[in-house]
Nanobody
Framework: QVQLVESGGGLVQTGGSLRLSCTASVNILEFNTMNWYRQIPGNQRELVASINIGGSINYADSVKDRFTISRDIQARTLYLEMASLKPEDAAVYYC?????????WGQGTQVTVSS
């Protein structure tokens, strides 16, 4: 059973930084892709960053040069380093992993950015 557990959310001031973690119950190299999404109430989930099995990385334009996605294979953990946070970055952040054409989601972690 694949499980993803996010952590690291919280309250931060504008311009601050946070690091989100997503720890998997399986070897993360089994996943074709791992992604970070975010969702504001009433809106669809937005893809923030992704990394594939080969290590190729993509970011949404809104977070380029501020957010960094990375992974620690030994720790079975995906990270999202967020810097220069803005009020519009506030959302629930979700980790998603894809394996064998099936998507798995974590429970989400809340990020709040005060102005």
């Amino acid at each position: 059973q694949v499980q993803l557990v996010e952590s690291g959310g919280g309250l931060v001031q504008t311009g601050g930084s946070l690091r989100l973690s997503c720890t998997a119950s399986v070897n993360i190299l089994e996943f074709n892709t791992m992604n970070w999404y975010r969702q504001i109430p009433g809106n669809q989930r937005e893809l923030v960053a992704s990394i594939n099995i080969g290590g190729s990385i993509n970011y949404a334009d809104s977070v380029k040069d501020r957010f960094t996605i990375s992974r620690d294979i030994q720790a079975r953990t995906l990270y999202l380093e967020m810097a220069s946070l803005k009020p519009e970055d506030a959302a629930v952040y979700y980790c998603k992993a894809n394996i064998l054409r099936k998507d798995y989601w974590g429970q989400g972690t809340q990020v709040t950015v005060s102005s």
